[in-house]
């Protein structure tokens, strides 16, 4: 099942890092720019449906939205630093409305050190808000570093209309998913026929797009919920839930439990 990762699509100017050791991702998205590093090992990358089977020493580069998913093979360890555009915003001006003709790329070798050198060997994942981080400005000069590696091997083009549209889609969902909105809602808003918003949507995403409203629907409810100020029929319709019914249906679909038995957010 596709998901978004809401952790992963904030404003503002954020990043995380994770590290993961033969281990496997089902197919997610997210606003944010993902860039991954394979430390050692082998491991397969699928970015926009392309798989790519990559070894020790490869980056890849996941634009905001971009459908991906993983698998590390036995002996692997793939790094993971998912950053917003404000993060590094010259480069991401750069890539405004582009997109690379690949997403692997790799590194000349004092590239390759330094991020090894200042991502990898201290690797921590942070526990607080960047601002508090004294290795900030070390941390945007090695991802900007490394950026400038795939500007200068990867070619550019255009985004496709597809992607184009898949980005205003996702963006009115994200925008909206708190009122009765549809696949037809959405067309009428874009200015195309709704079966044509429904083929692109589900061809692309893999996913329907009232199960991806739903998702959007369950991590705003979940939210409110941790806060503990709400009841649960207020948080079901404050995100959009057309009926308690269908709330309880889906948060116990999406986090395994009922709503009265949620946990604290990671």
Known sequence: MVTHQAQNSVKGESYNIYQYQEQSYLPHFHKNFELAYLVCGTADFTVRNRTYAIDT????????????????????????????????KTFSGMLHDKQGEVSVFQCAQPIRALFEEVMVKPYVKPTESIESDPDLLLNKACLYAVCSEFLRSVPLH?????TDLLIHILNY??????????????????????????????????????????????????????????????????????????????????????????????
Do not use: C, W
């Open 57 to 88: 020493g490869a980056f890849i580069l996941v634009l905001p939205y971009e459908l991906h998913s993983f698998q590390v093979y036995k002996g692997g360890k793939l790094l993971i630093i998912v950053f917003s555009e404000n993060y590094i």
């Open 158 to 162: 255009a985004k496709d209309q597809n």
């Open 173 to 266: 969902i994200e925008q909206n998913f708190r009122e009765d909105i549809s696949v037809r809602s959405a067309a009428k808003e874009l200015g195309y026929h709704h079966q044509y918003i429904s083929r692109i949507f589900n061809q692309t995403m893999h996913i329907n797009f009232k199960s991806l409203v739903n998702q959007y629907r369950f991590e705003y409810a979940r939210r409110l919920l941790t806060d503990g100020s709400i009841s649960i029929s207020e948080a079901a319709f404050e995100s959009g839930f057309q009926s308690i019914r269908t709330f309880n249906r889906i948060y116990r679909e999406l986090s395994g439990h009922s709503p009265r038995q949620r946990t604290p957010l990671s």
